[in-house]
């Protein structure tokens, strides 16, 4: 298996423009994650999916980020309107099962939000 | 609400030494531990997983233990090399079927030829 695939690798974008990062997880795999790195906050769990279906999405910030996850093979997350303060490095992960299971990581979209 | 604290935030050794990274963490209810390595510019790889009933685990020159009832692991790498520079995180699970994963601050680790 390839691993985690994530697209763009980096993405700038205007302030106010609608931004969609993409996540293809490793196949098989049944829980799928969104975090953020920031230097200031370090990696946070934004959302996280169990066999396509949200479970926790407490950790989005704010109404202008959304995520779905239509098949098992593919996850979008969406941020419109996109502000400067979105800037980070976004990852995607994810694992087989639940519990005591390791979780994979893509390589991350670095998010500039100009 | 879990916190997850890691230190040293940077390291610098020479080659060869042996060296320790701290990682402590709040509630001690925990379901397992992770740790990370993460390259410049790059995403996350998995080094060890430790289950809550587990004290250590290794592999190769890493060895990492987990004392629950005191919140602590600790991340052992032997004869460092140039190559284990990075940056080293933690990660601890929430137990309850949860998949609500707390990352800590990270260690810098840089190994000087």
């Known amino acids: 298996d390839a691993g985690v695939i994530q697209s763009p690798r980096h993405e700038v974008t205007e302030m106010g423009q609608e931004v969609t990062l993409r996540c293809k997880p490793i196949?098989?795999?049944?829980?799928l994650f969104w975090y953020r790195q920031t230097m200031m906050r370090g990696l946070e769990l934004l959302i996280y999916?169990?066999?396509?279906?949200?479970?926790?999405d407490s950790g989005m910030p704010e109404d202008r980020f959304s995520a779905k996850m239509p098949n098992a093979s593919f996850s979008t997350l969406k941020i419109q309107p996109s502000e400067p303060r979105d800037s980070a490095v976004y990852f995607c992960?994810?694992?087989?099962?639940?519990?005591?299971?390791?979780?994979?990581f893509g390589q991350g979209t670095r998010l500039t939000v100009v | 609400k879990q916190e997850v604290t890691q230190i040293p935030a940077a390291l610098s050794v020479p080659e060869g030494e042996n060296l320790v990274l701290n990682c402590s963490f709040t509630?001690?209810?925990?379901?397992?531990l992770q740790w990370f390595r993460q390259d410049p510019g790059k995403g996350l790889t998995s080094l060890l997983l430790?289950?809550?009933?587990?004290r250590e685990q290794t592999s190769g020159r890493l060895n990492a233990s987990l004392d629950k009832s005191s919140g602590r692991s600790t991340l052992y790498i032997a004869a460092s090399q140039p190559g284990d520079s990075a940056t080293y995180l933690c990660?601890?699970?929430?137990?309850?079927?949860?998949?609500?994963?707390?990352f800590g601050t990270g260690t810098k680790l840089q190994v000087i030829p």
């Open positions: 992960a994810s694992s087989l099962g639940r519990g005591n299971t390791e979780a994979f």
């Open positions: 196949s098989g795999h049944d829980y």
């Open positions: 999916f169990n066999n396509n279906v949200p479970i926790d």
């Open positions: 509630d001690s209810a925990i379901y397992n």
């Open positions: 430790i289950q809550s009933s587990q």
């Open positions: 990660a601890v699970k929430a137990p309850g079927g949860y998949q609500k994963v707390t």
